[in-house]
């Protein structure tokens, strides 16, 4: 292999995370839906999740960024730009970042929601570090993910409900020089209809056609969310080690030279697949997905925020972040720790 390719990238300077304080355990399912633990247990890695006890989402957001800024150590007025990823903001208007700002007091700074399903913090990370090369006023941004994935969860829905979490974590990225970096981003949107959460309209006055367009998505019961999982499972399988090989052909480096892989936390046999399919051991992949279910874009940074604290990611380290979602996208981003 050649040696890593170096250019102007991102600074992690802080991590936060944060999660609700109320936690669901596999027992708490058997007792509103046909399943059990050992099932949930075998098929998904999942034991535990925190569920919200009515914190919106900007709310979760909020407590992960001021953990995140006490981190890095800046003041809040030093933030040009917050980025939010989420698929479960509170509001069409304002957007979450807005109200993230409004919570942590960056007024001033640009504030922007993006929504890529659960690879929403890999793209962020690519949207700041473009941001930050430009040179243009941006030298801090501040990358939030959150979700209140409980809010269009259908806990009626045994295949679904069981899967997901609530919480939110947040960097403080910072331009760095001479670095490793490098991503794979795409989509496929042929896949839309595999993760589905829809939009509720209001009855319109004028509107006299009571018949919806065929948008070629599944009927689903107000906006709950519904998944054909095994579509999803099969592009899981494949997508995560295409994104990961991909931004390393770019990094000029193999999966192997990586210290650690954080995949989004979805289900740990697609993880172990996935890393099967790379020739990478599990001792690489960072994996929590037992204390926190699927939190989408929330996955892979909480993952991460835990495995800096537990010393299994550390400073100078090469890591990459690989997720894959809704859309469907997927995306992987190779940094130094
Ligand atoms: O962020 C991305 C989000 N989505 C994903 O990543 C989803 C990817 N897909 C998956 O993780 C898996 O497909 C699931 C965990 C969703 C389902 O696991 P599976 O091994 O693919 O199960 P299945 O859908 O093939 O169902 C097998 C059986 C079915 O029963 P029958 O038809 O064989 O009698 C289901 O009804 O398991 C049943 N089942 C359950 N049983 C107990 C489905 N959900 C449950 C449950 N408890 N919670």
């Known amino acids: 292999m050649a040696d890593a390719k170096k250019s102007t990238g991102i600074h992690i300077k802080g991590i936060g995370k944060y999660v609700p304080e109320m936690i669901a355990t596999n027992e708490d399912f058997?007792?509103?839906?046909?399943?059990?633990?050992?099932?949930?247990?075998?098929?998904?890695?999942?034991?535990?999740?925190?569920?919200?006890?009515?914190?919106?989402?900007?709310?979760?957001?909020?407590?992960?960024?001021?953990?995140?800024?006490?981190?890095?150590?800046?003041?809040?007025?030093?933030?040009?730009?917050?980025?939010?990823?989420?698929?479960?903001?509170?509001?069409?208007t304002p957007s979450t970042a807005c109200l993230i700002q409004r919570e942590i007091g960056a007024i001033g700074s640009m504030a922007i929601d993006i929504n890529c399903a659960c690879t929403g913090f890999d793209y962020g990370i690519d949207m700041a570090k473009r941001y930050l090369q430009s040179e243009d006023g941006v030298d801090t941004v501040l990358l939030v993910a959150s979700e209140?994935?409980?809010?269009?969860?259908?806990?009626?829905?045994?295949?679904?409900?069981?899967?997901?979490?609530?919480?939110s974590a947040a960097f403080v990225l910072e331009r760095q020089y001479d670095t490793l970096y490098s991503s794979f981003l795409g989509a496929d949107?042929?896949?839309?209809?595999?993760?589905?959460?829809r939009a509720m309209r209001s009855e319109n006055a004028f509107r006299t056609n009571k018949?919806?367009?065929?948008?070629?998505m599944p009927e689903t019961k107000k906006h709950y969310f519904t998944q054909d999982g095994?579509?999803?499972?099969?592009?899981?399988?494949?997508?995560?080690?295409?994104?990961?090989?991909?931004?390393?052909?770019?990094?000029?480096?193999?999966?192997?030279?990586?210290?650690?892989?954080?995949?989004?936390?979805?289900?740990?046999?697609?993880?172990?697949?996935?890393?099967?399919n790379l020739g990478v051991s599990m001792d690489k992949m960072v994996v929590y997905i037992d204390r926190y279910g699927n939190?989408?874009?929330?996955?892979?940074?909480?993952?991460?925020?835990?495995?800096?604290?537990e010393g299994k990611i550390k400073r100078g380290d090469k890591i990459c972040l690989v997720g894959f979602g809704g859309g469907l996208t997927y995306a992987a981003v190779i940094f130094e720790y």
Request: proline fraction near 4%; include cysteine; charged fraction near 25%.
């Open 148 to 167: 209140e994935l409980s809010k269009f969860v259908d806990y009626t829905d045994r295949s679904s409900c069981i899967l997901f979490g609530d919480g």
């Open 211 to 216: 018949e919806d367009f065929d948008m070629g």
């Open 30 to 92: 058997a007792k509103i839906v046909d399943t059990s633990d050992e099932w949930i247990t075998q098929r998904t890695g999942i034991k535990t999740r925190h569920i919200t006890n009515g914190e919106p989402t900007y709310y979760i957001g909020a407590q992960a960024a001021k953990n995140a800024i006490a981190d890095a150590g800046i003041d809040v007025s030093d933030i040009d730009l917050i980025i939010t990823a989420t698929v479960t903001p509170d509001f069409y």
């Open 295 to 309: 939190t989408s874009s929330a996955s892979i940074p909480i993952a991460f925020c835990d495995a800096v604290a």
């Open 189 to 197: 949107g042929t896949g839309a209809k595999y993760l589905v959460s």
């Open 230 to 276: 095994r579509e999803v499972y099969k592009f899981a399988t494949k997508a995560l080690p295409n994104a990961v090989e991909k931004a390393c052909e770019k990094a000029g480096i193999s999966p192997d030279e990586l210290d650690a892989i954080v995949p989004h936390q979805a289900n740990v046999r697609i993880i172990e697949t996935a890393a099967k």
